[in-house]
């Protein structure tokens, strides 16, 4: 099996042909993955924001087709078409219960870059080969547990269907399940990457009067205007803050959604929005990042919420499906988030077209 292979930290990802698959076990199922999107979190891995074991197959935003299913595996049958989720959500623990699936208390043991019993199916020069996220969708083939599997009808392209197994699902899910957007609301979205322009459409669906876009890239604020941004700032040209206030009439934003992960620009999304507001942190942050807030303005006298935003807040078993009638109506531009599309070859390219800001989303095809 082909595949992108992370190594170590900063070397570039190393595409292997000829990678093990094994037979999906209890509960797991054998997935053609025909599509993965490449997503900043990848690069995250790759940069050691957050930390993976390795060797490991990256990518974490997939699509494909059933291809053989383990012992007692009932959600999905061999020629099913599904979107991988990076959470994968049982719908029986005490948080799936509580509709908190984002939450799935079976997701525990994806740090160690295994399947849930912690070990993985691939194998590579008689070694265990890591899977990110119970799934490394840069690799052309994966066994995952059944409950990371979402079937979807066959008329929906596998292209953009993988594109909402991360980057749609948080970004729509942020702005309409984690924060409480009112029609007519201020909103303002500081990084418009792949998930910051789904916060924006999510944001103009939730029926947001004006969606400020922030982000040092130009061309990403002008993509930030086809999903729905009313008015764009240059956070390198002028401040943030200030411009949301002009912008604003004098007045923060009802909500911020921060989706970098840096602590400047998490610090500013909490100090932009108006008292009473919410403040949304999806971005991924280093494991050290420490915020300095005022505690007495903050909470008390601006009486500001300040909310954590994992997976889009989604239990996908509904939200997909959701996502995907908001997609037919018309509502949710899903094609438009595609870039290019690349081979697995060119994956190291792609994320240098990511950090200069040029693309959306990049997607492989296997
Ligand atoms: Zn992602
Ligand atoms: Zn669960």
């Known amino acids: 099996m082909k595949a992108a292979v992370h190594t170590g930290l900063d070397i570039p990802l190393q595409v292997r042909d000829d990678i093990t698959v094994a037979e999906p076990g209890p509960g797991e199922v054998a997935i053609d993955v025909v599509a993965s999107g490449v997503c900043h979190s990848d690069l995250s891995v790759l940069n050691g924001t957050i930390p993976m074991p ?3 197959v990256l990518g974490h935003e997939g699509a494909g087709i059933v291809t053989a299913i383990g012992e007692g595996v009932t959600r999905v049958a061999v020629g099913d078409h599904v979107v991988l989720s990076f959470v994968p959500h049982c719908g029986e623990c005490y948080t799936c219960k509580r509709g908190q699936g984002y939450l799935c208390e079976k997701a525990g043991m994806q740090a160690l870059g295994g399947l849930l019993d912690g070990t993985t199916r691939l194998t590579l020069d008689d070694a265990p080969l890591h899977q990110m996220a119970c799934l490394g969708t840069f690799g052309a083939q994966a066994v995952v547990p059944e409950i990371s599997t979402v079937k979807i009808p066959d008329d929906v392209p596998l292209d953009i ?6 980057g749609v699902l948080t970004g729509v899910g942020a702005a309409l399940n984690t924060a409480s957007i009112q029609p007519g609301d201020t909103v303002a979205v500081i990084g418009c990457g792949g998930v910051g322009l789904n916060v924006i459409q999510g944001a103009r669906i939730a029926g947001a009067g004006k969606i400020i876009a922030i982000d040092m890239f130009d061309a990403k604020l002008e993509m930030a205007k086809q999903f729905g941004a009313t008015d764009t700032v240059n956070a ?11 912008i604003n009439g004098g007045r923060g934003a009802d909500t911020a959604f921060e989706v970098i992960g840096l602590k ?3 610090e500013a999304a909490i100090n932009m929005v108006r008292p009473g507001g919410e403040a949304i942190l999806v971005g991924v942050p280093r494991l050290d990042v420490m ?3 005022n505690a007495a303005f903050t909470f008390l006298y601006l009486n500001k919420t300040v909310k954590g935003c994992w997976y889009g807040s989604v239990n996908v078993s509904e939200d997909v499906p959701k996502l995907l009638d908001l997609w037919r109506k018309g509502e949710l531009k899903l094609e438009e988030l595609i870039s290019q599309e690349i081979a697995i070859e060119q994956v190291n390219e792609a994320f240098e077209a990511m950090q200069k800001g040029e ?8």
């Open 54 to 56: 390795t060797p490991i």
């Open 161 to 166: 269907a993988a594109l909402i197994g991360c």
């Open 236 to 246: 390198g040209e002028q401040d943030a803050g200030g411009a949301v206030m002009t």
């Open 264 to 266: 400047p620009t998490i």
């Open 291 to 293: 915020l300095e807030l």
């Open 359 to 366: 693309v959306a989303r990049s997607v492989i095809k296997h």
